[in-house]
Each structure stands twice: as C-alpha cells, then as structure tokens.
C-alpha cells in the first residue's frame, strides 16, 4: 500500500524527469514509463489544461541527422496521456485511442519544447493539441491526441 510519505521504487526517477513531489504518490508506483527516461524527456509543467517538456534532440535522431519524426509523436502522446490520466482522477484512467502529428520544420541540435494545451475536457473523452517548438520558439511540429477515460478494475 502507498501513502503519502513513503516514498515509492521510482522517487528518484520522477524527481530527475521533473515530477513535482505532490505529484509522486499518484505516480510513485509506475514511474514516468520506460520512454519517457530513454528519450530524456524532462517535464517543466503539469496540468490537465497545460502539460509541458522538454526533449534533447541529441540521441533522438533519425539516420539524416534530425529528430526523429517518431520522437516528435512520443513528446506528443507522453504529454497528451499525462494531462488526460490527471484529468482522469483517482480510480480511472487514460488510453489513448488517436494521434495525428504533422512535421513543419526539421531541428538536428539542441532542445525541443512541447506544449499541449487541452481542447476537450470531458467524462469520458479528452482531446490535447501539442505543439513542438526549438529554442528560438519556432513550430516544429503539430500533434493532436485523443484519449479515453475509464474506471480502473477494483
């Protein structure tokens, strides 16, 4: 059983991915996922209406040299799935059911910035458009996921 003091096998693990430590019971049983630690993903904010991270490119490239298309998405649906499981609540949880991401613009150095901001927070479905940004501030991507919330099994 989990509360809120003890701390759970993957503190260290949302403390370096920049989980606010309010935020460690809920995820203190799971971590941020496998990925998410591979890709480097870092989170700035979180929130079910503006979830925020960050991506090194370096280690995320595709054979050309240049983000991975496939990196883009993951920033996307880890950000996305993340928002929609707070808006869940306790006792239910988030799946995503679609993403869709169109690449604008190419970055082969540096760090990538994704923001998703929520479109729909409903009972059941939730819909988050991320954009991807580099450190000048241009888009890089658009990516758009839809989640379904359901209760857990008891």
């Known amino acids: 059983m989990m509360d809120n003091f003890t701390p759970g096998p993957f ?8 989980v606010p430590e309010d935020m460690h019971a809920w995820l203190g049983q799971y971590g941020v996922g496998a990925l998410v630690v591979k890709m480097g993903i870092h989170f700035l904010e979180l929130s079910p209406e503006r979830t925020v991270a960050t ?15 496939g990196a883009h998405v993951v920033l996307a649906e880890t950000l996305g ?3 929609a499981g707070m808006h869940a609540g306790p006792h239910r949880q988030a799946v995503g059911i679609e993403v869709g991401a169109t690449h604008h613009r190419a970055i082969a150095a540096g760090t990538v910035t994704g923001t998703c901001m929520a479109i729909h927070l409903g009972r059941t479905l939730t819909t988050h458009e991320i954009v991807m940004t580099d450190e000048q ?4 991507s658009t990516a ?11």
């Open 55 to 69: 991506m090194p490119v370096e280690g995320n490239t595709q054979v050309a040299g240049i983000l991975h298309g």
């Open 11 to 18: 503190a260290a693990e949302l403390a370096a991915a920049g």
């Open 81 to 83: 799935s993340f928002a």
């Open 137 to 140: 501030g241009r888009r890089l």
């Open 144 to 154: 758009r996921i839809t989640n379904l919330i359901r209760d857990t099994a008891a």
